[in-house]
């Protein structure tokens, strides 16, 4: 559970993002807050990067690191989207549901995530991906911080922002998915000559982006399921399950 430092920090974060994003949708601002990620260009060679272990990242440099992808979205989004409620239940249009929820989830996801220092290396529309470097040194360590966001990510972050979404618009629960993987991968520079930016490649991005897809549930791919530490009488325990082109394991909390 989280202390109540930290309940109170994501609480100040979701409700500050709903104000903002509150103020952008009065005033027609969503179309402008598209336009505005035009101007998010680098013209350097050497783009500052949210890569853990890499704070800038050169074209001319490329490296291989170890890494435990994370990403973590929303189910069914496209549904609220689509899907009126009663105007006796919620306080606001679809449109406005997806663009509250989102505007709300993905700030409070990065914070979630950087208390277990992992850094949110993209937004997804209605998820991120974050990544956690894993050293050779202490390869347990990354993986107990990886598992306590995506956990924390499920439990409290969850619930503090549904408990704000329907104390303010009277919406029903948002339901999140996350996926866990570790594998290598290369840290480079993608894009334009003067819009590049700095990406990591590797099959965990891929993979935990299939095994996000759960409902309300964490799950892991075979490689880190078969590294995770092994604690006596630990309170997880691995169900095997087929996430459409892979296999993983979803981690029950006992």
């Known amino acids: 559970m989280f202390s109540t430092e930290r309940d109170n920090e994501i ?8 104000d903002k994003a509150e103020q952008i949708w009065t005033s027609g601002g969503y179309i402008i807050a598209n336009e505005s990620m035009k101007d998010a260009v680098f013209k350097s060679e050497n783009v500052p990067s949210m890569i853990p272990g890499y704070p800038l990242v050169s074209s001319e440099s490329p490296k291989v690191d ?44 990065a914070k979630t995530i950087s208390y277990e220092e992992g850094n949110v290396t993209e937004y997804l529309g209605d998820g991120v991906l ?10 347990e360590d990354a993986i107990y ?17 549904n408990d704000i979404l329907a104390e303010r618009y009277n919406l029903p629960p948002v339901d999140l998915g996350v996926g866990l ?24 991005v891929f993979k935990a982006t299939k095994l996000s897809s759960g409902t309300n ?14 604690a006596k009488g630990g309170g ?3 169900s095997k399950k087929s996430f459409g082109a892979i296999d993983g394991y979803v981690i029950n909390r006992s």
């Open 130 to 139: 974050a990544l956690f470097r894993v050293p050779k040194s202490s390869k």
């Open 145 to 161: 911080s990886a598992n306590r966001a995506a956990k924390n990510i499920i439990t409290d972050t969850r619930y503090i922002l």
């Open 217 to 230: 549930s964490v799950a892991v791919c075979e490689n880190l399921n078969a590294i995770w530490p092994v």
């Open 236 to 238: 997880l325990k691995f």
């Open 66 to 109: 170890e890494f435990i992808a994370l990403v973590a979205d929303m189910r069914n989004s496209s549904q609220h989207l689509l899907c009126s409620i009663s105007p006796k239940r919620a306080k606001v249009t679809e449109l406005e549901r997806v663009f509250y929820e989102t505007s709300a989830l993905l700030p409070a996801l």
């Open 11 to 18: 609480r100040e974060i979701i409700n500050s993002s709903l």
């Open 181 to 204: 993987s570790v594998s290598k991968a290369i840290v480079s520079l993608v894009g334009l000559p003067e819009q590049k930016q700095a990406k990591a490649f590797g099959k965990c």
